[in-house]
């Protein structure tokens, strides 16, 4: 694992197996409102690391888990997928709650005001967190992905359960990304007004899929600060206020 800057790795249980979980803490007492942070396909890497320490720059107890730590290299070679296509939705779900409830039983967490983001794969965890926990008051995707597929043994997508959102979501999107394309930014649109979501979409122009990723040659400044600075602004109204 890499080391974080600022925040530190720590370990919680999931069905009986250790998860490690990448914690940012703000200065000061608290408690604090709290963000969890859904990886992309490349881990808790570097950017996702990034994010954890800015959010907690920011007021949040920031803390993003780690999606993969069921797999392993010899289980990868063994079925010939990656990692990130041996994810399964329910398991996704399970670590997504558990760390929902590390962070509700943290003394200096505000436990009734925690928001989600995720970035490519995370913002399809996003939209999978926003209508399996009902303990969320804020879901910001970023660029979320394959929102219409089911993965591993779940019988329904994230899309088919939209119903179950309880929370408002900014939904950020590149404009000549393909996954999510703005046909699809159209349809979840669509669903999210007909079931009457509090839903806000925003369109970058020109910028591609991973425009916030610093690390990444997709990278656009100008989007990423614009994206960035709503996102506070959104976190601020649902989770500060």
Request: charged content about 20%; proline content about 5%.
């Amino acid at each position: 694992m890499i080391s974080p800057k600022n925040s530190s790795w720590e370990t919680i249980q999931v069905d009986g197996s250790e998860m490690g979980i990448c914690l940012g803490m703000p200065q000061g007492s608290g408690p604090f409102p709290a963000v969890v942070v859904c990886q992309a396909a490349g881990g808790v890497d570097e950017f996702i690391q990034t994010i954890v320490d800015r959010l907690a720059a920011d007021g949040y107890a920031a803390v993003a888990p780690d999606l993969y730590h069921r797999t392993t290299e010899e289980i990868e070679r063994a079925t010939g997928k990656t990692r990130r296509q041996l994810l399964d939705d329910t398991e996704i779900v399970a670590d997504i709650s558990a760390t929902v409830s590390f962070l509700q039983n943290h003394a200096l967490v505000d436990s009734r005001r925690i928001g989600v983001t995720g970035f490519c794969m995370g913002g399809r965890v996003v939209w999978l967190a926003a209508v399996s926990n009902p303990d969320f008051k804020a879901a910001v995707p970023f660029y979320g992905g394959f929102i219409m597929d089911s993965w591993g043994k779940a019988a329904q997508s994230p899309f088919d359960l939209s119903n179950n959102i309880n929370c408002p979501v900014m939904f950020h999107f590149g404009e000549i990304d393909q996954n999510p394309s703005l046909d699809d930014m159209a349809r979840f649109d669509q669903e999210l007004t007909r079931l009457g979501k509090s839903h806000e979409f925003h369109v970058y122009p020109g910028a591609d899929h991973r425009f916030l990723d610093h690390t990444f040659t997709a990278f656009q400044q100008e989007a990423a600060e614009l994206s960035w600075a709503r996102t506070l602004d959104f976190f601020a109204v649902n989770l500060k206020a």
